[in-house]
């Protein structure tokens, strides 16, 4: 039904094989036919990232992006701030394992007031702006879905993204689209468009149907219901070239063997991305 | 720190009580000093709704509304005509229990893409309101949290339902705002306000962190972090004046003792709501 898709744009997120060591992914990747990768910050533990860097290069794959910066809402001032420096600190990981983007979870406290969280989140990125443009890295906002707004994101809707980028108007910031958080909204084509160059990452998994946890049951592109090839043409659309990046966390495919999920996750990628 | 609210606005869903039969709902409900009731169709099984109605009054209860019409969306035509005949009878059970409103959850079916979705949840809708007009019972669209959007309602927003009602431009038709559903969005308070009069019913509950489950892990208001009584601030500034109805869905409580969870719901309802 679908056209075959090569695997030039194939991206896959550390998290979705968690159980690998980041050596055993690189290894496994490569010889998989993958040909980028974002490092999640738990796979970097004990690494020194530039030497991680140089070792992903050479084994042929690309670093696209380091995940995950944010979280920048506290109670005090003094946790906003120690945000802002964990976040400085990002950015210098990221630089030093050659990674061009930090995709952003930007953060939520259950009971603060979704506007104050809001508000702290563009004071927050607004003060890591400067130190990421002088490494060389962009920070990339993206809205989670709504069912995270209570403790993961503030930032819930494409349309919401756009505004802080609007509104903070900096070249070393855009947007990530993630079809899991946003495949619901009725405004996200007009969405995307609106994003046009600011888009800096497109990651891809599906909505499975019932699904069973909040968190660890997102399914394979083609097991649910995402049209992730008429977004994907969206972007497309826009202006983005980069990679898919392939982001599943799921507690059941943790548990296989994961050589066998990474040829699941290539066939899925050909057909259904 | 808030002040006890009294009971005159209090309506409880049987479903948030459901190993309750109707009859022992109905006395509970009434021994907690609860005003209005809104029924559930699985707790009208085995009555005669015209029977039930009288029932219920006698019992000095209100009934608010009966749950739940919709689920418009079919993938043949057979079937959305069958929706839009089973929609009547909801529409003719209403009238019989005394119910002036049915809460209607549009609909979704997995994999249908939303935006066809959308088109025949309002060509359902536009085929039940004569029949509903006649029956002097009017239409509540319910828009459903985000999480829901592959199998239960393809409205997901209060501006989506706003727009479904101004279209369709109907007197029996308005819309339900539920707390659960939509304290996420950044642009409620000013959905709030552009749905005006057409706002038809006010549900409670609360969004508990974390929640353990994507449809049985409600909270009682007061036990997770939706401003409940901010929104209802917006929502009678916006001229509702009716009941403040509690539905959650708990596997957990409803394990419980119901009287005691009527008492829960009652000191919760005073403080929270």
Redesign the interface.
């Given at each position: 039904m679908n056209d075959r898709r090569d695997l030039e744009r194939l991206c896959i997120h550390t998290v979705t094989t968690k159980p690998l060591s980041l050596e055993k992914a690189v290894e496994s990747y490569g010889r998989a036919g993958v040909k980028g990768i974002t490092v999640w910050r738990d796979a970097l533990e004990g690494h020194e990232p530039r030497a991680a860097g140089r070792r992903i290069r050479d084994a042929g794959l690309e670093v696209v992006s380091l995940c995950r910066g944010g979280f920048f809402p506290a109670a005090s001032e003094a946790a906003r701030r120690e945000a802002v420096d964990e976040n400085r600190r990002i950015v210098d990981e990221a630089a030093a394992l050659g990674a061009p983007l930090i995709v952003l979870v930007c953060g939520a406290v259950?009971?603060m007031?979704?506007?104050e969280a809001?508000r702290q989140i563009a004071d927050g990125i607004a003060a890591v702006l400067p130190h990421a443009r002088e490494a060389g890295v962009a920070l990339g906002v993206e809205p989670l879905?709504?069912?995270y707004?209570?403790?993961r994101s503030a930032v819930?809707?494409l349309?919401?993204a756009n505004d802080l980028c609007r509104k903070l108007a900096h070249p070393s910031l855009g947007v990530v689209v993630d079809v899991y958080h946003l495949?619901?909204?009725?405004d996200l084509e007009r969405e995307i468009e609106r994003a046009g160059g600011s888009i800096l990452a497109f990651h891809v998994s599906d909505?499975k149907?019932?699904?069973e946890d909040?968190l660890l049951d997102r399914g394979l592109m083609g097991e649910?219901?995402i049209?992730i090839r008429?977004i994907r043409e969206w972007v497309e659309a826009a202006g983005f070239g980069g990679y898919n990046e392939v982001e599943i966390f799921s507690r059941r495919r943790w548990e296989m063997d994961q050589s066998e999920l990474l040829e699941e996750i290539v066939e899925a990628y050909q057909l259904h991305s």
């Open positions: 259950p009971g007031p979704l506007a809001r879905h709504p069912m707004a209570d403790s819930n809707t349309a919401q495949w619901w909204d009725p909505w149907t019932p699904t909040l649910g219901c049209p008429g």
